[in-house]
């Protein structure tokens, strides 16, 4: 049988060789935890299966597989090792922005290098918690090219990529995205990353200092709002599918434990199996990984239809059940492995087991945003159709009559 790129046949077969990969790399998960090594050969292995490759166009090289099939990768690396699967959602969310808002040069340039095998890094957040959208790192002409400055943190990936996708404004003001190889000269990654969780994501502080970038390599950001809400629901689906991932394999884990453990004090029975209220737990632990595991890949299934002609009010519709799929995926995920330490008690805390590497993991991620303003902003959308901002998910509001006005 002859396999066309992007068929379900190659999405599966893609799938089958990612799970073997994935093995791999939940076996030295918890070593590299442990002893904070990064995941060198892992991301290799991951390189020669297509994974950063996965959604760029076929005729660039790619696999060009849709939301759904990444979602599905995206959830099993992460189940696997919490951090690992936290490194490739900028990669992704920066070839959807070259997908759908770079120039055609750009396009071609950037999806072949990506297609080829390329891993892509980020550094957006900057020192300071300034909020989404603002940014002191600064872009300026030099004849046909540029000059970048900028100094950042949280940079993740990057100390294990080959380019950088380095956000800064020019000297309109105008938001823009440089992507500029790890090892160009003036470029500086510090391994200067400390968290109780996620501890091996490569998301240490970055310098650019008088990095010299070509305008092939400068991105526009979408004006359109029917590509920036595309780019923006991508980006916060992959982040719902880690901490989806991670519950499903913490429940996995779970379920494990149960079959091993003796029953709760005061149970009056000696199986965990005959404990009916620990037994409960567990059912209760595996709806709320399945809740949230259906509903990423909901969003994820209704995200792949999205075109470039799709109305506004779909895509916004889109956008929201992605934040749902956050906020669900956030709850599941630290009530799965706080949960876990509740049917496998005392001795399951013990360092050698690795089973606090979930909720760490779990804990440290879920803090990416402020996931207790996605119940007011879906319900603003519900009632009032009014559209929140895409990168905060929330504050500035618009009418979405005002955003279809938008050029």
Known sequence: M???????????????ELTQVVEEVRAGASARDRERTYAVAEVERLRATGFWAATVPVEHGGLGLDAATLVQAVLLLAGADGSLGQVPQNHFMTVERIRLAARPDQRRRWLALVGSGA?????????GERPPGESASALRRAGDA????????????????????VQARDEEGRQRTALVARDAPGVEVVDDWQSIGQRTTASGSSVFRGVRVADVDVLDHAVAPVATYRISALGQLLHAAIDAGIAVAAVDETVALARRVHAG???????????????????????????ARRLVESAAARLSLLHEASPLEEVVDTWYEVAAAKLVSTRAALAVTAGLFEVGGASSTHPDH?????????????????????PHAIGRWRIARDVGDPWSIGHPFRPLDELRSTP
């Open 146 to 165: 540029w000059v970048l400055e900028a100094r950042k943190v949280y940079s993740t990936g990057s100390l294990l990529a080959d380019h950088i996708a």
């Open 2 to 16: 002859t396999l066309v790129a992007g068929s379900p046949a190659v999405a599966g077969t893609f799938l089958d």
């Open 354 to 374: 690795g089973h606090d590497r979930y909720w760490r993991d779990a804990r440290t991620h879920t803090l990416h945003d402020a996931v207790r303003w996605k």
């Open 265 to 291: 004090r005061g149970a009056g029975v000696k199986e965990f199996g005959d404990d009916q209220l620990g037994v409960a737990l567990v059912g209760d632990l595996s709806v709320q990984a399945l809740a």
């Open 119 to 127: 891993v892509l890094g980020n550094a957006t957040a900057e020192p």
